[in-house]
Protein backbone atom coordinates (compact mmCIF):
# COMPACT_ATOMS: atom_id res chain seq x y z
CA UNK A 1 0.00 0.00 0.00
CA UNK A 2 3.13 2.82 1.19
CA UNK A 3 4.90 1.83 -2.03
CA UNK A 4 1.49 2.13 -4.37
CA UNK A 5 1.22 5.48 -2.64
CA UNK A 6 4.48 6.50 -3.12
CA UNK A 7 4.63 6.20 -6.95
CA UNK A 8 0.97 7.26 -7.02
CA UNK A 9 2.69 10.39 -5.10
CA UNK A 10 5.54 10.52 -7.87
CA UNK A 11 3.63 10.47 -11.18
CA UNK A 12 0.99 12.83 -10.26
CA UNK A 13 3.56 15.23 -9.19
CA UNK A 14 5.42 15.02 -12.23
CA UNK A 15 2.16 15.44 -13.76
CA UNK A 16 0.46 18.04 -12.29
CA UNK A 17 4.18 19.95 -12.61
CA UNK A 18 4.81 19.36 -16.61
CA UNK A 19 1.06 19.55 -17.05
CA UNK A 20 1.44 23.61 -15.44
CA UNK A 21 -1.70 22.65 -13.62
CA UNK A 22 -0.41 23.33 -10.76
CA UNK A 23 3.27 25.45 -9.16
CA UNK A 24 5.84 23.01 -7.97
CA UNK A 25 5.29 25.26 -4.59
CA UNK A 26 1.79 24.14 -4.79
CA UNK A 27 2.74 20.55 -5.97
CA UNK A 28 5.42 19.80 -3.19
CA UNK A 29 2.95 20.79 -0.19
CA UNK A 30 -0.74 19.55 -1.48
CA UNK A 31 0.19 16.38 -3.42
CA UNK A 32 1.75 14.47 -0.80
CA UNK A 33 -0.46 15.18 2.07
CA UNK A 34 -3.23 14.22 -0.18
CA UNK A 35 -1.94 11.00 -0.67
CA UNK A 36 -0.52 10.71 3.47
CA UNK A 37 -4.56 11.20 4.13
CA UNK A 38 -5.27 7.97 1.75
CA UNK A 39 -2.80 5.98 3.85
CA UNK A 40 -4.38 6.87 7.22
CA UNK A 41 -1.61 9.14 8.59
CA UNK A 42 -3.90 11.76 9.98
CA UNK A 43 -2.09 14.15 12.37
CA UNK A 44 1.22 12.61 12.30
CA UNK A 45 1.37 14.69 8.89
CA UNK A 46 2.20 17.77 10.91
CA UNK A 47 5.01 16.04 12.47
CA UNK A 48 6.48 14.69 9.19
CA UNK A 49 6.23 18.23 7.39
CA UNK A 50 8.03 19.63 10.33
CA UNK A 51 10.40 17.11 10.59
CA UNK A 52 10.95 17.37 6.79
CA UNK A 53 11.58 21.47 6.98
CA UNK A 54 13.74 21.29 9.87
CA UNK A 55 16.20 19.04 8.08
CA UNK A 56 16.78 21.68 5.13
CA UNK A 57 16.24 24.80 7.22
CA UNK A 58 20.09 25.23 6.68
CA UNK A 59 19.92 24.64 3.14
CA UNK A 60 17.26 27.17 2.78
CA UNK A 61 19.06 29.90 4.70
CA UNK A 62 22.32 29.10 3.12
CA UNK A 63 20.21 29.78 -0.57
CA UNK A 64 18.55 33.43 0.72
CA UNK A 65 22.08 34.91 1.68
CA UNK A 66 24.08 33.46 -1.12
CA UNK A 67 21.64 35.16 -4.09
CA UNK A 68 21.58 38.37 -1.73
CA UNK A 69 25.71 37.89 -1.47
CA UNK A 70 26.05 37.73 -4.95
CA UNK A 71 23.33 40.32 -6.19
CA UNK A 72 24.88 42.82 -4.29
CA UNK A 73 27.65 42.20 -6.05
CA UNK A 74 26.58 42.41 -8.97
CA UNK A 75 24.90 45.52 -8.17
CA UNK A 76 28.24 47.00 -6.79
CA UNK A 77 29.67 46.20 -10.48
CA UNK A 78 31.90 44.01 -9.44
CA UNK A 79 32.24 41.96 -12.36
CA UNK A 80 32.25 45.30 -15.20
CA UNK A 81 36.39 45.41 -15.14
CA UNK A 82 36.58 41.59 -15.63
CA UNK A 83 33.72 41.85 -18.39
CA UNK A 84 36.01 44.82 -20.19
CA UNK A 85 39.42 43.44 -19.68
CA UNK A 86 37.94 40.23 -21.56
CA UNK A 87 36.67 42.33 -23.78
CA UNK A 88 39.74 44.41 -24.65
CA UNK A 89 41.61 41.03 -24.41
CA UNK A 90 39.50 38.92 -27.03
CA UNK A 91 40.30 41.70 -30.04
CA UNK A 92 39.02 40.44 -32.90
CA UNK A 93 40.39 37.03 -33.01
CA UNK A 94 37.27 34.89 -32.92
CA UNK A 95 39.39 32.33 -30.80
CA UNK A 96 40.15 34.39 -28.67
CA UNK A 97 36.05 35.86 -28.60
CA UNK A 98 34.80 32.45 -27.84
CA UNK A 99 36.94 31.49 -24.92
CA UNK A 100 36.71 34.96 -23.52
CA UNK A 101 32.57 34.31 -23.59
CA UNK A 102 33.61 31.06 -21.91
CA UNK A 103 35.23 32.79 -18.78
CA UNK A 104 32.44 35.62 -18.59
CA UNK A 105 29.14 32.69 -18.46
CA UNK A 106 31.74 31.27 -15.91
CA UNK A 107 32.92 34.00 -13.56
CA UNK A 108 29.04 35.70 -14.18
CA UNK A 109 27.33 32.37 -12.86
CA UNK A 110 28.91 32.82 -9.46
CA UNK A 111 25.76 33.62 -8.38
CA UNK A 112 23.97 30.64 -9.30
CA UNK A 113 21.62 32.26 -11.38
CA UNK A 114 21.10 31.34 -15.10
CA UNK A 115 18.96 34.18 -15.80
CA UNK A 116 21.64 37.01 -14.74
CA UNK A 117 24.30 35.02 -16.12
CA UNK A 118 22.66 35.50 -19.82
CA UNK A 119 21.22 38.75 -19.14
CA UNK A 120 25.02 40.48 -18.21
CA UNK A 121 27.08 38.01 -20.49
CA UNK A 122 24.89 38.26 -23.79
CA UNK A 123 24.68 42.11 -24.12
CA UNK A 124 28.21 42.58 -23.11
CA UNK A 125 29.22 39.73 -25.94
CA UNK A 126 26.28 40.15 -28.49
CA UNK A 127 27.54 43.34 -30.40
CA UNK A 128 31.22 41.50 -30.68
CA UNK A 129 29.74 38.44 -32.13
CA UNK A 130 27.22 41.00 -34.66
CA UNK A 131 30.29 43.25 -35.75
CA UNK A 132 32.48 40.28 -36.69
CA UNK A 133 29.70 38.29 -38.50
CA UNK A 134 30.11 35.20 -35.65
CA UNK A 135 27.05 33.34 -35.61
CA UNK A 136 24.65 33.36 -32.40
CA UNK A 137 24.49 29.95 -32.12
CA UNK A 138 28.13 29.89 -31.36
CA UNK A 139 27.56 32.59 -28.53
CA UNK A 140 24.15 30.70 -27.54
CA UNK A 141 25.84 27.63 -27.10
CA UNK A 142 29.31 29.08 -25.18
CA UNK A 143 27.19 30.44 -22.90
CA UNK A 144 24.76 28.22 -22.06
CA UNK A 145 27.86 26.03 -21.41
CA UNK A 146 29.97 28.19 -19.23
CA UNK A 147 26.72 28.81 -16.82
CA UNK A 148 25.54 24.72 -16.84
CA UNK A 149 29.00 23.55 -16.14
CA UNK A 150 29.09 26.07 -13.22
CA UNK A 151 25.37 25.31 -12.06
CA UNK A 152 27.22 22.56 -10.21
CA UNK A 153 28.59 24.59 -7.69
CA UNK A 154 27.59 24.69 -4.01
CA UNK A 155 24.69 26.71 -3.89
CA UNK A 156 23.45 26.24 -7.58
CA UNK A 157 19.68 25.37 -7.61
CA UNK A 158 20.36 21.37 -8.20
CA UNK A 159 23.00 20.90 -5.76
CA UNK A 160 20.85 22.39 -3.72
CA UNK A 161 18.01 20.29 -4.75
CA UNK A 162 20.00 16.86 -4.35
CA UNK A 163 21.58 18.04 -0.92
CA UNK A 164 18.11 18.96 0.50
CA UNK A 165 16.13 15.64 -0.97
CA UNK A 166 18.87 13.55 0.76
CA UNK A 167 19.20 15.31 4.12
CA UNK A 168 23.03 15.81 3.31
CA UNK A 169 25.42 18.87 3.65
CA UNK A 170 25.92 20.70 0.14
CA UNK A 171 29.37 20.32 1.16
CA UNK A 172 29.52 16.61 1.75
CA UNK A 173 27.97 16.11 -1.71
CA UNK A 174 29.88 18.37 -3.74
CA UNK A 175 33.30 18.97 -2.48
CA UNK A 176 34.44 15.69 -3.90
CA UNK A 177 33.12 16.52 -6.92
CA UNK A 178 35.62 19.43 -7.48
CA UNK A 179 38.14 18.08 -9.63
CA UNK A 180 35.33 16.21 -11.83
CA UNK A 181 33.64 19.46 -12.31
CA UNK A 182 37.59 21.38 -12.75
CA UNK A 183 37.73 19.41 -15.81
CA UNK A 184 34.43 19.94 -17.07
CA UNK A 185 35.51 23.42 -16.79
CA UNK A 186 38.59 22.73 -19.01
CA UNK A 187 35.81 20.56 -21.63
CA UNK A 188 33.89 23.40 -22.18
CA UNK A 189 37.20 25.80 -22.79
CA UNK A 190 38.75 23.23 -25.13
CA UNK A 191 35.26 23.28 -26.63
CA UNK A 192 34.86 27.07 -26.54
CA UNK A 193 38.62 26.98 -28.64
CA UNK A 194 37.02 24.47 -31.07
CA UNK A 195 34.31 26.58 -32.04
CA UNK A 196 35.99 29.90 -31.91
CA UNK A 197 38.65 28.05 -34.70
CA UNK A 198 35.35 26.97 -36.80
CA UNK A 199 34.07 30.68 -37.03
CA UNK A 200 37.40 32.00 -37.61
CA UNK A 201 37.89 29.46 -40.68
CA UNK A 202 34.45 30.16 -41.95
CA UNK A 203 34.62 34.23 -41.57
CA UNK A 204 38.52 33.99 -43.13
CA UNK A 205 40.26 37.45 -42.93
CA UNK A 206 38.21 39.63 -40.74
CA UNK A 207 41.37 42.07 -39.70
CA UNK A 208 40.09 44.74 -42.23
CA UNK A 209 36.72 45.26 -39.81
CA UNK A 210 37.02 48.40 -37.92
CA UNK A 211 35.81 47.59 -34.38
CA UNK A 212 36.27 49.80 -31.22
CA UNK A 213 35.82 47.43 -28.31
CA UNK A 214 35.46 50.24 -25.98
CA UNK A 215 32.31 50.88 -27.67
CA UNK A 216 30.79 47.73 -27.26
CA UNK A 217 27.97 46.85 -24.92
CA UNK A 218 26.53 48.26 -21.57
CA UNK A 219 28.98 49.55 -18.89
CA UNK A 220 28.34 49.32 -15.20
CA UNK A 221 30.06 51.56 -12.53
CA UNK A 222 32.63 49.56 -10.77
CA UNK A 223 33.14 49.89 -7.15
CA UNK A 224 35.44 48.45 -4.38
CA UNK A 225 36.32 46.18 -6.69
CA UNK A 226 39.47 45.08 -4.79
CA UNK A 227 38.04 44.00 -1.86
CA UNK A 228 34.99 42.30 -3.03
CA UNK A 229 37.32 40.06 -5.00
CA UNK A 230 38.93 39.17 -1.81
CA UNK A 231 35.51 38.95 -0.05
CA UNK A 232 34.18 36.10 -3.03
CA UNK A 233 37.53 34.40 -2.60
CA UNK A 234 37.83 33.93 1.12
CA UNK A 235 33.93 33.08 1.03
CA UNK A 236 34.35 30.17 -1.27
CA UNK A 237 37.63 29.51 0.04
CA UNK A 238 35.89 28.88 3.78
CA UNK A 239 32.78 27.28 1.93
CA UNK A 240 34.90 24.86 0.02
CA UNK A 241 37.23 23.94 3.38
CA UNK A 242 34.20 23.17 5.50
CA UNK A 243 35.26 25.35 8.45
CA UNK A 244 31.88 26.49 8.49
CA UNK A 245 28.88 25.88 7.60
CA UNK A 246 27.77 27.25 4.44
CA UNK A 247 24.95 29.13 5.72
CA UNK A 248 27.21 30.73 8.44
CA UNK A 249 29.51 31.89 5.47
CA UNK A 250 27.01 33.59 3.13
CA UNK A 251 25.23 35.35 6.12
CA UNK A 252 28.57 36.82 7.21
CA UNK A 253 30.10 37.32 3.50
CA UNK A 254 26.34 39.41 2.96
CA UNK A 255 27.06 41.70 6.03
CA UNK A 256 30.75 42.72 4.20
CA UNK A 257 29.41 43.26 0.67
CA UNK A 258 26.15 45.15 1.46
CA UNK A 259 27.70 47.36 4.58
CA UNK A 260 30.99 48.17 2.40
CA UNK A 261 29.19 48.86 -0.85
CA UNK A 262 26.18 50.30 0.28
CA UNK A 263 26.86 51.99 3.66
CA UNK A 264 23.52 53.50 4.17
CA UNK A 265 20.63 52.06 5.72
CA UNK A 266 18.22 53.22 2.91
CA UNK A 267 20.83 51.94 -0.01
CA UNK A 268 20.70 48.89 1.98
CA UNK A 269 17.23 48.23 1.91
CA UNK A 270 16.89 49.14 -1.13
CA UNK A 271 19.51 46.46 -2.33
CA UNK A 272 17.99 43.81 -0.34
CA UNK A 273 14.05 44.62 -1.88
CA UNK A 274 15.59 44.11 -5.57
CA UNK A 275 16.28 40.75 -4.79
CA UNK A 276 13.96 39.65 -2.97
CA UNK A 277 11.55 37.92 -5.17
CA UNK A 278 14.23 35.58 -6.54
CA UNK A 279 15.40 34.96 -3.18
CA UNK A 280 12.07 34.08 -1.56
CA UNK A 281 10.77 32.24 -4.41
CA UNK A 282 13.73 29.46 -4.46
CA UNK A 283 13.72 29.58 -0.53
CA UNK A 284 9.63 28.95 -0.47
CA UNK A 285 10.13 26.08 -2.89
CA UNK A 286 13.04 24.24 -1.04
CA UNK A 287 10.64 24.70 2.50
CA UNK A 288 7.73 23.36 0.41
CA UNK A 289 10.47 20.62 -1.08
CA UNK A 290 11.29 19.91 3.11
CA UNK A 291 7.28 19.06 3.56
CA UNK A 292 7.31 16.66 0.58
CA UNK A 293 10.45 14.82 1.73
CA UNK A 294 9.27 14.94 5.41
CA UNK A 295 5.87 13.32 4.11
CA UNK A 296 7.49 10.10 2.08
CA UNK A 297 9.79 9.67 4.57
CA UNK A 298 7.83 9.86 7.97
CA UNK A 299 4.73 7.58 5.70
CA UNK A 300 7.52 5.21 5.21
CA UNK A 301 6.49 5.54 1.04
CA UNK A 302 10.08 5.81 0.58
CA UNK A 303 11.52 2.66 1.86
CA UNK A 304 8.71 0.61 0.38
CA UNK A 305 8.62 2.37 -3.17
CA UNK A 306 12.75 1.56 -2.97
CA UNK A 307 12.15 -2.37 -1.56
CA UNK A 308 10.13 -2.29 -4.84
CA UNK A 309 12.72 -1.09 -7.35
CA UNK A 310 15.61 -3.25 -5.67
CA UNK A 311 13.35 -6.39 -6.44
CA UNK A 312 12.73 -5.44 -10.35
CA UNK A 313 16.59 -3.96 -10.95
CA UNK A 314 19.49 -6.74 -11.27
CA UNK A 315 21.28 -7.38 -8.83
CA UNK A 316 24.30 -7.14 -11.35
CA UNK A 317 23.63 -3.31 -11.39
CA UNK A 318 23.66 -2.18 -8.14
CA UNK A 319 27.50 -0.59 -7.84
CA UNK A 320 26.89 0.64 -11.19
CA UNK A 321 23.38 2.59 -10.56
CA UNK A 322 25.54 5.62 -10.23
CA UNK A 323 27.00 5.61 -13.43
CA UNK A 324 24.24 4.86 -15.27
CA UNK A 325 22.41 8.03 -13.21
CA UNK A 326 25.17 10.04 -14.69
CA UNK A 327 24.89 8.89 -18.19
CA UNK A 328 21.38 9.67 -18.18
CA UNK A 329 21.24 12.60 -16.05
CA UNK A 330 21.94 15.31 -18.67
CA UNK A 331 19.18 14.03 -21.19
CA UNK A 332 16.96 13.74 -18.14
CA UNK A 333 16.86 17.57 -18.35
CA UNK A 334 14.94 17.38 -21.42
CA UNK A 335 12.14 15.44 -19.32
CA UNK A 336 12.06 16.28 -15.98
CA UNK A 337 12.42 19.85 -14.12
CA UNK A 338 14.47 19.99 -11.50
CA UNK A 339 12.23 20.19 -8.78
CA UNK A 340 10.40 16.81 -10.20
CA UNK A 341 13.75 15.02 -10.63
CA UNK A 342 15.54 15.93 -7.40
CA UNK A 343 12.76 15.75 -5.17
CA UNK A 344 10.71 12.84 -6.64
CA UNK A 345 12.84 10.38 -8.59
CA UNK A 346 16.28 10.92 -6.65
CA UNK A 347 15.33 10.01 -3.32
CA UNK A 348 13.47 6.37 -5.43
CA UNK A 349 16.82 5.91 -6.56
CA UNK A 350 19.16 7.07 -4.07
CA UNK A 351 16.97 4.87 -1.97
CA UNK A 352 17.38 1.89 -4.25
CA UNK A 353 21.11 2.17 -4.49
CA UNK A 354 21.87 1.99 -1.23
CA UNK A 355 19.34 -1.52 -0.89
CA UNK A 356 21.60 -3.08 -3.85
CA UNK A 357 24.89 -2.37 -2.22
CA UNK A 358 25.90 1.33 -3.69
CA UNK A 359 25.86 4.66 -1.48
CA UNK A 360 22.92 7.22 -1.94
CA UNK A 361 25.69 10.18 -1.81
CA UNK A 362 26.99 8.53 -5.04
CA UNK A 363 23.83 9.01 -6.88
CA UNK A 364 23.05 12.40 -5.97
CA UNK A 365 26.75 13.31 -7.40
CA UNK A 366 26.28 11.58 -10.34
CA UNK A 367 23.08 13.50 -10.93
CA UNK A 368 24.01 16.82 -10.82
CA UNK A 369 27.50 16.19 -13.09
CA UNK A 370 24.47 16.77 -15.94
CA UNK A 371 20.36 16.65 -14.52
CA UNK A 372 19.70 20.95 -15.13
CA UNK A 373 23.36 21.21 -14.69
CA UNK A 374 24.55 20.93 -18.49
CA UNK A 375 21.30 20.28 -18.93
CA UNK A 376 19.85 23.75 -17.91
CA UNK A 377 20.29 25.64 -20.82
CA UNK A 378 18.51 23.86 -23.42
CA UNK A 379 16.04 22.13 -21.36
CA UNK A 380 12.23 23.64 -22.71
CA UNK A 381 11.07 23.41 -18.74
CA UNK A 382 13.25 26.39 -17.69
CA UNK A 383 12.63 29.83 -18.23
CA UNK A 384 16.25 30.36 -18.40
CA UNK A 385 16.36 28.71 -21.86
CA UNK A 386 14.00 31.14 -23.47
CA UNK A 387 15.72 34.06 -21.70
CA UNK A 388 18.84 32.59 -23.53
CA UNK A 389 17.54 32.36 -27.36
CA UNK A 390 15.70 35.71 -26.66
CA UNK A 391 18.65 37.28 -25.64
CA UNK A 392 20.89 35.95 -28.85
CA UNK A 393 17.74 35.68 -30.93
CA UNK A 394 18.05 32.14 -32.21
CA UNK A 395 15.76 29.52 -32.30
CA UNK A 396 15.45 26.64 -29.72
CA UNK A 397 15.72 23.99 -32.01
CA UNK A 398 18.81 24.82 -33.79
CA UNK A 399 20.18 26.06 -30.28
CA UNK A 400 19.52 22.28 -28.85
CA UNK A 401 20.72 20.67 -31.94
CA UNK A 402 24.31 22.29 -31.78
CA UNK A 403 24.25 22.74 -27.95
CA UNK A 404 23.21 19.17 -26.69
CA UNK A 405 25.93 17.10 -27.65
CA UNK A 406 28.58 19.46 -25.81
CA UNK A 407 26.38 19.77 -23.16
CA UNK A 408 26.28 15.90 -23.02
CA UNK A 409 30.32 15.09 -23.56
CA UNK A 410 30.97 17.71 -21.05
CA UNK A 411 28.62 15.46 -18.29
CA UNK A 412 30.52 12.62 -19.55
CA UNK A 413 33.74 13.99 -19.24
CA UNK A 414 32.83 14.87 -15.89
CA UNK A 415 31.90 11.42 -14.83
CA UNK A 416 34.36 9.84 -16.25
CA UNK A 417 37.01 12.05 -13.88
CA UNK A 418 34.68 11.23 -10.91
CA UNK A 419 34.73 7.06 -11.88
CA UNK A 420 39.03 7.69 -12.24
CA UNK A 421 39.28 9.75 -9.02
CA UNK A 422 36.80 6.79 -6.87
CA UNK A 423 34.53 9.45 -6.44
CA UNK A 424 31.72 7.71 -7.22
CA UNK A 425 32.29 5.15 -5.01
CA UNK A 426 32.66 6.94 -2.00
Not at 233 to 255: D, R, T
Not at 375 to 396: D, Q, R
Amino acid sequence: MAAALGFLTIFILLAVIMMKKLSPLVALISVPIITAIIGGHGLKIGKFINDGVKSIAPTGTMFIFAILFFGILTDAGTFQPIIDKILKVVGKDPVKIAVGTAILSMIVHLDGSGAVTFLVTVPAMLPLYEALGMRKTTLATIVGLGAGVMNVLPWGGPTLRAATSLKISVTELFNPLFIPVLAGIVFVLFVAVKLGRDEKKRLGNIEHLNINVDNLGEKKESKNFGINIITIIVAIGVLISGKLPPAVVFMIAFCISVVINYPSVKEQKERVDSHAKAALMMASILFAAGAFIGIMQGSGMIKEMSVVMVDIIPKSLGRSMAILVGVISMPASLLFDPDSFYFGILPVLATTAQELGSSAISVARAAILGQMTTGFPVSPLTASTFLLIGLTGVELGEHQKKTIPYAFLTTIVMLIVAVITGVLYK
